[in-house]
């Protein structure tokens, strides 16, 4: 069996898990391996990794996407469990006014202001090009000006070197990212929010080890880490 215990996550989840490994190593007497933070669409992302037939013990990506890549046969349908949910938020960099958004007219007027604005290949990336703008009305003006951020790099990095001035992810990615300010929710009446799930790798070698760890990430006990990185738990 094994010695270590692979796990590839959204990064989502990443500031919630990156504080539960302790715990994760104590629980299942693993060296937890890190594979990936990636969702994006480079060599190290999950969907590739797993398209490569690199070993997963277990996966944590949004619901969505877990569900297709159990339909692909890379995770098993058995004890998929969601974990989290995540709200959409967007950040400026730091030293910059507070944008001050609070209504989607708001919103409007400072996506409309921006000189460059990032978006993430993940799922608020998704919703910010495919579903936000046009709702707003004003796609075509600002989707020429708007970046995507792939290669695994997070959205406020980018916005903290200056090349952006305005940023979408999930609030829990932007959270941990130094250089940045005003990390704030989407407007209530624009927002969606996203359920992260846990699934066991299908070429996991410890599916009971796989299983254990997802009962603990779904159990109360996991919860102050999940709430600490900006996540909602969603666990009993």
Known sequence: MSKEFRVMTSGAFTAA???LIPRLEQLTG?????VTTSIGTGDISIPNRLKRGEVADIVIVADG?????????YVLAEHATVIARSLMGFAVREGAPDPKIRTADDLCAALLAAKGIGYSASESGKYYTTELVQRLGIADQVLPKSRLVGGGERVGA??????LDFGFQ???ELLPVPGITHVTP???ELQKASNFTAGIGANSPDRDCARKVIEFL???AARPAIAASGLEPVSG
């Open 218 to 220: 779904a159990s109360a």
């Open 186 to 188: 989407l407007p209530p």
């Open 30 to 34: 693993k060296t937890i391996v890190t």
């Open 170 to 172: 999930q609030m829990s």
């Open 158 to 163: 980018v916005i903290a070197r200056g090349e």
């Open 17 to 19: 898990y990156k504080t």
């Open 65 to 73: 996407v877990l569900r297709q890549f159990i339909t692909d046969g």
